[in-house]
Each structure stands twice: as C-alpha cells, then as structure tokens.
C-alpha cells in the first residue's frame, strides 16, 4: 500500500526576512501537510520580482511578513494586486506586533488580503485559513453554476 499525503495546498510562498519566523512558519506546515511546496523569499524585492514577470505563475496562497525593509509586505501586494487577483491567489499577512491604525486600515481595505496570521505562525491559524480559502472557494463555484 502505497502511503499518500494529501496537502491542504499544492504550493505556498512566505516572504519573511525573520529566519526564526520562517522556521516556525515551517515547522507548521509539517505539522499539518499543510503544503506540498513552500518558497521562500526574504525581501519583498525579491518575490515581487516574480510578480512582475510576465510568465510566471503564482502559488495558490502567499503569506506576507507585513515588517520587512524597503518595501513593506501591504506595498508589495498593492504593486502586484493586478496578478494576485489574475492567478487567484490567496493572501494572508503575518504580523509580529498590533500594525500602526493607518497601515492596518489600508490592510483592512484591501480585498487582495484575506486574512491576518499572528507570528509566531500556529496550525491552527494555517486550519483556520485553510477552511476560509474552501469555503470561499465553494462559494464561488456554487455562484457560478
């Protein structure tokens, strides 16, 4: 018999320069089988380079460090907004501390962002937004049928 893990997602991207956030953030996924493929990204420079290439293709979910230097987490996903919405691609932002009220009004605001993770990142918070991400996705198709 052959032992088949199933996955609550085929590929996910983490962009987070902290290496202990991303550890735990790792450490979780395990737990779960809650990916079958995770990149990584420290900078946000760097993943909004494969943002902004034409033929690229995006994981099914993104979780955003909201803190990081030069281009905060909240301004990448509004320079790649077009492409998220494009290729469906769910977004979680993870914050280590309470964001000041204009960031977490802006991020509040956006539909691109779906949910708010606290770091360090738990498997129940990956459940959580797991079923978020099913139920809408039920949704949409019982809409459009």
Same mark, same amino acid.
């Given at each position: 018999m052959i032992n088949e893990k199933k996955f609550l997602f085929t590929e996910v991207m983490i962009v987070d320069d902290d290496e202990l956030d991303h550890a735990s953030c790792m450490r979780a996924f395990k737990k779960i089988n809650f990916a079958e493929k995770a990149i990584?990204?420290?900078t946000a420079e760097a993943a909004l380079s494969l943002f902004t290439h034409p033929t690229s293709?995006?994981? @099914?979910?993104?979780?955003?460090? +909201? #803190? /990081?230097?030069? /281009?905060?987490?909240? @301004?990448l996903i509004e320079r790649a907004s077009t492409k998220l919405r494009q290729q469906n691609v769910v977004v979680a932002?993870?914050?280590s501390c309470p964001l000041p009220r204009d960031l977490h009004n802006r991020a509040a605001e #956006?539909?691109?962002i779906a949910a708010f993770i606290n770091k360090p990142v738990q498997s129940q918070a990956l459940l959580s937004l797991a079923? #978020? +991400?099913w139920d809408k996705r039920r949704q949409s198709v019982s809409e459009t049928l």
């Open positions: 990584s990204f420290k293709r995006l994981p @099914e979910l993104l979780l955003m460090d +909201v #803190n /990081i230097p030069r /281009i905060n987490g909240l @301004e932002l993870l914050l #956006n539909p691109d079923q #978020n +991400v």
